[in-house]
Every structure is written in structure tokens, then in C-alpha cells.
């Protein structure tokens, strides 16, 4: 057992090594989010997290999240309450030692679609659909990443040889991965005349996953302008100060 | 009431002030370390970074003691404790920010607090102890940043404790699995490391508040250096730190600030790695470990030698180096100024350092400008160590230094760049 660990830990080390300096760049994309001043567009998050929520939920988790943060995306609490209702939650044991289900409420986590890691990955061929609370800021240039991913599904050339279960995508390690290809044109309606294509799919729950990861980025963005406002003046006032005491003193 | 006062104060305050003196000399103190300490009147802002350090160890002790209000030191819980503390605590994410890049920071403001005092002979009689003592807080703050790195508990964070005890306790052969199993509290990096870690992490930066309280103690004796290196001896060429350097430090204090904070609100995983968002995982090796960029030139030495011992030794000797270089530059001549081969040596090595810090952040069997990494950073390791041990020894005797002034007042010639 430990032997094949090792063994499995240095076979995945040399194939990393190997494909790391495989995959192609990601494109640059002009996301909302990403200058001093920028924010999230309310709407791309909404419609993002109607995308996780009716495809990727299927395969991924989104662990570190509760209902209630939703309204971080500006969901109402009526919205949060129907959501969390849907999903029936564990929540430990009755008195005859059975376990206890309930309705979700808000305060909870949002349910994941496996039971354990075993049962992710038996439903995936062997491999593990991560948990994609922190993914955007778990790989490099994450949103522009994802977004590449999502969208960089194509045939692959003749001499690539394909693993079983596996998909061509040029922007990931080894250009192989164990995920199909999950997001068709139409397969989400949206209800705001939005295009319902995969490019759009893409950017939507590219911006909901980037929130999702950084959800006090506008906060920390606001305040900021206030304290280096704040800091500015103070410099400048620190600054002239130490003109004004130093003055007398001569070189 | 007072003995040693004649004028009985007239406020309430000052009255109060005296009976406490008589007692615990505590504003005697104050007076004199802060009012009346004499200082060089021409100290430039390269003199700002001490005070700088200081205000990041107190700003890493308070960010961290609130930190771990939340933390929840066990490798089960304490990646989701620190991403808790980003969702759901009130400034969780600023306290955690300031906390993670307060680090790189500190480091910054030391590295250049270093090379000030690199360029200037700060290190030089009468100030050899005051040297010392700043090579044993940057050793202690290496110990305390590479444990807090560990704490979050990402994959970065566990690999990169395994390579460095693995490092460390190769460095006494015979012994390793011993002094592994000390350093790890187990097998493997496991829950007692992570709760070794943190207890050490929380204990050593009091230690450091030790370690500077002596560093200053030593810097009072003698007084600053100044930009040019020589004895001040006459008293009108030294100002009372206050209001003087009071002003002038809370000047940079603003400048650093406006660095440190627009990091902290507008960039804040600009020194991150993204691998250290993925939880740990014993069962998977990240493509490519490296540590947090501050350590990069010392991991460069450790990798430029294919014999592990060797590599790790000079690692160490790297850092040990700076203890002697007080007798390794004999020169009489402090500053920099008035050394101009001296001058050009200090910048050679600068940037020797940046090579090496580059070239611990690439794959050993990488090319650069076709050369292979491993050549490089070998020259460089040489170079780092030929600095202190050939060209400091060499200069010392044969360099001609320029005329020293004797005073202030008489700046001698070349002396216009300070
Ligand atoms: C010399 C001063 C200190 C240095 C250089 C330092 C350095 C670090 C570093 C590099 C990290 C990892 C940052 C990250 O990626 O999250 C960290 C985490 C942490 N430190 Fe410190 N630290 C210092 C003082 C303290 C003190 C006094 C405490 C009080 C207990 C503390 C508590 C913590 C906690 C709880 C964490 C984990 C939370 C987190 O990862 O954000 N630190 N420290």
C-alpha cells in the first residue's frame, strides 16, 4: 500500500512535470472585476450561479459556501429559503440512531452532490471533480483559466493519443482531461434574453466561481479607496510637517 | 514630593509624572532615549527602515494574536478555519491579508534595513554586536515566517514543510530520521507538526521583541551611523531625535503604508502561490515547490550543489556568514561613499543576490539566456560567497579610499552623492 502510494505520488509528479510546460496560455480576458475601481455585475453572478447550479453542481461542490452567502450575489432571503429547501440535509442522528434528514435552511452549507470523495470519483471514471469554492484563486490567472477551460474543448489532432475517458483541451496540463466537455449552446434558459451560448455560459459562472473564491473583493475595494484616501492626505501632511520641523537645520 | 525635581510642576499631570519618575524612571527613560538621544543630523530615509521594521513585527503581533482567536490549529480544520475567517469574520479578510502580506513586507523593509547598513559599514567597530544581534532577529524571523506559512494548511504550505525539515535534518547525517521525527511529532508532516508549528510560530516573534530590545539597547550605546561613516565628535552636528527623526520617521511610516496597504486592498495574492488554495494533500506533489519568495536565494545555494550536505551547509554558512563580516571587512573606512571599488563590489553583489533569489524560483533543469539554471546559480553561489570571503579580505588592504571629511561641515570631495 504505501509502496504504491509512493510509487503513484512520483508517477504523478513526472507526468506534471512532463505536461505542465504542455498546455497553451490562457487568453487575456476583460472581466468586470478586474480594474481598481471594478466590481461584479450582479447579473453575470445571478445567471453564473443558475449555470453552477443546474451543470457543474452535478459533479463539483462548492463546500466553503452557505445558502446565506448568496445574498452576497443579491439573492432575497425568500430565494435563499426556497434554494436551501430543495436539498435534504444529514444532520447527525435521531434518538433511535438513524440519521436525521431535514429541509436545508440558509445557515447551511450548500449540499454536495457526493456523499464522500470514494463516491466522486466512482461516478467519474476514477477521477475527482474538485471542490471549485477557491478554484479561481487556485490556479494561475484563474478567471481567464476557467474561462479557457470551459471553452477550450475541441477534436484532437490526429497524433494525440486520447486516455480512456479522457477529452482533448489544449489549455490543461497534458492537454487531457477527465471532464467532458460540460457546457451546449441552450442548455441553460436564462430569463433576461441573455445569449444562451457556451461562450456566455462561460463567462457567467466564470465571474460566479471568481465571487464565489473572493466574495469581499468589493468590500475590500471600497474600503481601500477610503484608507488611501485617507492615508494620502496624511502623508502629505506628514510630509509637510517634517519640511516645516526640519527647516532650521542646516545641511 | 520629589527629591530631585527644585520646580514643583504646575499641572496635575506633571505632578503625577514626578511622583511616578521617583518610583519607576520611566518617563527619566523615555526623556532620554527618545528627547535627548543625540542623532547625526544627516541620516538620509535609508535610515527609516528600523523604525519600519519595528511597526511590522508590532503589526504581524497584532494582526496574528487575532488571527488565532480563529484559527484552528489541526490539519483537519485548519485550511477551512483560515478560509472562514475570509468569509464570515468581521475584517477576517483584511485582518488575514495584512497578516499574510505584513510578512513579505517585513522582509522587504529588513533586506533593505540589511543593505543600508551593507553599503554604510554599519557593522563595523564599534557597532559589531548591534550587527550580531540583527543577524539573529533575521534568523529568528525566517523560523517564524517558515512555520507560518505552514499554518494554512495548503498544498504549499505542506510540501514546503517537507522539503525544508527534509533539508534540514540532512544536514546531520546519521541523525536525520531522528531529528525528523522531532521536528514533525510523527512519521510525516502531520497534525502534531501543524500544532508544533503554530505553538512555535505564536511564541517566537516574543522571543524577536527580546532580541530588539537588546538591538537597541546596543544601538544607544554608540548612536547611529550616518551616511558618512565617520565619528561625529562634535555635539552641534547631532539633533534631538525628537521632534527631528520623530517627524521623519512617521513620514515614511506614511509612504510605507501607502505600499503595504494598496498591496494588501488592491492586490492582495501578489507574493501567493494559487497552489496554496488547494488543501493539503500528503497523496499529491505539486509540479513545481518552491517557497515563499523571500527564501528563494538561500533555496537557490541549497540546489546549486548536486552533494545534498554541501548545499545545505552553505545554505547555512550563507546566513552565518553575515556574523563575521564584521572581521572579514577590516577596512577603516565605513562608508561606502568613500570606498569607490568598494562602491561598485557592493552593487555587484546586489544584484548577485537578485540572480540567486530568480533562480530559486525556476526549475533546476531550466535554461536561461542558454545557459542551464544549475551553472548559474552555481556562479552565483560563488559569487555570494567570494563577496565576503575574497573581495571584502582584498579590498580592505589594497583599496584606496577616498579622503575622509572630519566633519559635517567639511564635506570632502565626491562626497556630493550622499
Ligand atoms: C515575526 C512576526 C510574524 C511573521 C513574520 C509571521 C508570518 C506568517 C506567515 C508568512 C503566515 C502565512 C500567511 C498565509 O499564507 O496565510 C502566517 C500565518 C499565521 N500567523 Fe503569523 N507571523 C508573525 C507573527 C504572528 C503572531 C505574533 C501570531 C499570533 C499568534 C501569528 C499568528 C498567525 C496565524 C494564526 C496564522 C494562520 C492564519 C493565516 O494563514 O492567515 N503570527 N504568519
Redesign the interface.
Given at each position: 500500500m504505501f509502496k504504491k502510494?509512493i510509487l503513484?505520488?512520483f508517477l504523478?509528479?513526472m507526468s506534471?512535470?512532463v505536461f505542465?510546460s504542455d498546455a497553451e496560455h490562457p487568453p487575456k480576458m476583460n472581466w468586470s472585476f478586474q480594474s481598481?475601481f471594478g466590481t461584479y455585475d450582479r447579473a453575470a453572478l445571478q445567471r453564473g450561479f443558475q449555470v453552477y447550479h443546474e451543470v457543474c453542481a452535478a459533479c463539483h461542490s462548492l463546500n466553503?459556501l452557505a445558502y446565506r452567502?448568496l445574498a452576497g450575489i443579491g439573492f432575497t432571503p425568500e430565494t435563499i429559503k426556497a434554494l436551501a429547501a430543495e436539498k435534504e440535509i444529514r444532520d447527525g442522528f435521531t434518538e433511535e440512531g438513524e440519521i436525521f434528514k431535514r429541509p436545508g435552511i440558509a445557515a447551511d452549507h450548500i449540499a454536495p452532490p457526493y456523499i464522500n470523495e470514494s463516491a466522486a470519483k466512482a461516478a467519474n471514471n476514477g477521477s475527482l471533480p474538485?471542490d471549485l469554492?477557491?478554484i479561481v484563486?487556485?490556479?494561475?490567472h484563474?478567471p481567464d483559466y476557467l474561462h479557457a477551460i470551459l471553452t477550450g474543448y475541441a477534436e484532437p489532432p490526429k497524433e494525440v493519443q486520447l486516455g480512456e475517458n479522457m477529452h482533448y483541451n489544449k489549455y490543461f496540463?497534458g492537454r487531457q482531461i477527465a471532464m467532458i466537455a460540460p457546457l451546449h449552446e441552450g442548455m441553460v434558459n436564462y430569463t433576461d434574453g441573455t445569449p444562451t451560448n457556451v461562450e456566455q455560459y462561460a463567462k457567467d459562472v466564470v465571474t460566479f466561481l471568481t465571487w464565489a473564491?473572493d466574495?469581499?473583493m468589493e468590500?475590500?475595494?471600497s474600503?481601500?479607496?477610503k484608507?488611501?484616501f485617507f492615508?494620502?492626505i496624511?502623508?502629505l501632511f506628514?510630509?509637510f510637517?517634517?519640511r516645516r520641523?526640519?527647516r532650521n537645520?542646516k545641511? | 514630593m520629589s527629591g530631585i525635581q527644585t520646580l514643583e510642576p504646575e499641572t496635575k499631570w506633571g505632578r503625577f509624572q514626578n511622583w511616578v519618575d521617583d518610583r519607576l524612571p520611566i518617563f527619566t527613560f523615555m526623556r532620554h532615549s527618545l528627547e535627548e538621544y543625540p542623532t547625526p543630523?544627516?541620516l538620509s530615509y535609508w535610515w527609516n527602515f528600523g523604525s519600519l521594521a519595528g511597526v511590522c513585527l508590532v503589526v504581524m503581533m497584532l494582526s496574528g494574536i487575532f488571527l488565532a482567536m480563529y484559527y484552528t490549529p489541526h490539519s483537519q480544520h485548519a485550511f477551512?478555519s483560515v478560509?472562514?475567517i475570509?468569509?464570515d469574520v468581521n475584517h477576517g479578510?483584511?485582518l488575514r491579508?495584512i497578516h499574510m502580506n505584513g510578512a513579505s513586507m517585513f522582509f522587504i523593509v529588513v533586506y533593505l534595513h540589511m543593505f543600508r547598513g551593507l553599503y554604510y559599514g554599519s557593522y563595523k567597530s564599534p557597532r559589531e554586536l548591534l550587527w550580531i544581534l540583527g543577524v539573529v532577529i533575521l534568523l529568528l524571523m525566517m523560523a517564524t515566517a517558515f512555520m507560518g506559512y505552514v499554518l494554512p494548511w495548503g498544498q504549499m504550505s505542506f510540501w514546503g514543510a517537507t522539503v525544508i525539515t527534509k533539508l534540514v535534518a540532512s544536514f546531520f547525517p546519521g541523525l536525520e530520521n531522528g531529528i525528523l521525527q522531532l521536528l514533525w511529532g510523527d512519521f510525516s508532516v502531520s497534525n502534531a507538526t501543524l500544532n508544533r508549528f503554530f505553538s512555535l510560530h505564536y511564541l517566537l516573534p516574543f522571543v524577536i521583541v527580546g532580541v530588539v530590545i537588546l538591538h537597541l539597547v546596543a544601538l544607544h550605546k554608540h548612536g547611529s551611523n550616518n551616511p558618512l561613516g565617520i565619528d561625529l565628535k562634535n555635539p552641534k552636528e547631532k539633533?534631538p531625535f525628537h521632534?527631528?527623526y520623530t517627524?521623519?520617521d512617521?513620514?515614511g511610516?506614511?509612504?510605507f503604508?501607502?505600499v503595504f496597504?494598496?498591496i494588501?486592498?488592491?492586490a492582495?495574492?501578489f507574493f501567493n502561490e494559487?497552489?496554496n488554495?488547494?488543501p493539503a494533500n500528503p497523496?499529491?506533489?505539486?509540479?513545481?515547490i518552491v517557497p515563499e519568495w523571500y527564501f528563494l536565494p538561500f533555496y537557490a545555494i541549497v540546489r546549486s550543489i548536486p552533494w545534498r550536505w554541501g548545499g545545505i551547509f552553505l545554505m547555512f554558512a550563507s546566513i552565518l556568514i553575515l556574523f563575521v563580516l564584521p572581521w572579514l571587512d577590516r577596512s577603516k573606512v565605513r562608508s561606502g561613499t568613500f570606498r569607490p571599488i568598494f562602491k561598485i563590489s557592493f552593487w555587484i553583489f546586489l544584484a548577485n543576490c537578485c540572480v540567486l533569489g530568480y533562480m530559486g524560483a525556476l526549475p533546476t533543469d531550466g535554461h536561461t539566456f542558454g545557459l542551464p539554471n544549475i551553472l548559474i546559480s552555481q556562479i552565483a553561489t560563488f559569487y555570494y560567497f567570494f563577496h565576503f570571503l575574497g573581495v571584502l579580505p582584498l579590498l580592505a588592504k589594497y583599496e584606496k579610499t577616498l579622503p575622509l571629511p572630519t566633519s559635517?561641515g567639511t564635506p570632502a570631495l565626491g562626497a556630493k552623492n550622499v
Open positions: 502510494a503513484l505520488m504523478a509528479f506534471l512535470q505542465a481598481i466553503h452567502h474538485p469554492s477557491l484563486k487556485a490556479r494561475a484563474g496540463a473564491g466574495p469581499k468590500e475590500r475595494k474600503t481601500g479607496f484608507v488611501m492615508l494620502i496624511l502623508t506628514m510630509f510637517t517634517k520641523v526640519w537645520i545641511d | 543630523k544627516n477551512e478560509d472562514r475570509m468569509r479578510w483584511l491579508y539633533i521632534p527631528y517627524i521623519k512617521f513620514f511610516l506614511g509612504v503604508f501607502l496597504l494598496s494588501v486592498f488592491y492582495p495574492e494559487p497552489d488554495y488547494i497523496m499529491v506533489t505539486p509540479p513545481h559635517l
